[in-house]
Nanobody, 130 residues
Framework: QVRLAESGGGSVQAGGSLRLSCAAS????????MGWIRQAPGKEREGVAA????????YYADSVKGRFTITQENPKNTLYLQMNSLRPEDTAVYYC???????????????????????WGRGTQVTVSS
């Protein structure tokens, strides 16, 4: 059973920073997609950032490019999301997501697949005040 444990959420003023962490365990597939999804009240879910175990540059949503950075720790079971220059519109519950990766699947495709399904953590709240 895949388990994803997020941490690092909280409240911060606009312009501040937070770092989210996600510890993954229990997955049995070697090739995977992993990333962060967020959902704000009254808004659709958004794939924020994603990586694939096949390499390639990470995927970022346009809304976070240049402000957020997704990284992975070796051994590759911990995912991070460094969030800088936070804005009130970044307020949301952030979910870590994990799924098997198809051969040749790039991070942009991973982001779409993670948004549509896969394994999700319970989420961590990020609140940015103006």
């Amino acid at each position: 059973q895949v388990r994803l444990a997020e941490s690092g959420g909280g409240s911060v003023q606009a312009g501040g920073s937070l770092r989210l962490s996600c510890a993954a365990s229990g997955y049995t597939y070697n090739s995977y997609c992993m990333g962060w999804i967020r959902q704000a009240p009254g808004k659709e879910r958004e794939g924020v950032a994603a990586i694939s175990s096949g390499g390639f540059s990470p995927y970022y949503a346009d809304s976070v490019k240049g402000r957020f950075t997704i990284t992975q720790e070796n051994p590759k079971n911990t995912l991070y999301l460094q969030m800088n220059s936070l804005r009130p519109e970044d307020t949301a519950v952030y979910y870590c997501a994990h799924a098997p990766r198809a051969i040749g699947q790039r991070p942009v495709d991973c982001a779409a697949d993670l948004l549509a399904g896969g394994h999700w953590g319970r989420g961590t709240q990020v609140t940015v005040s103006s």
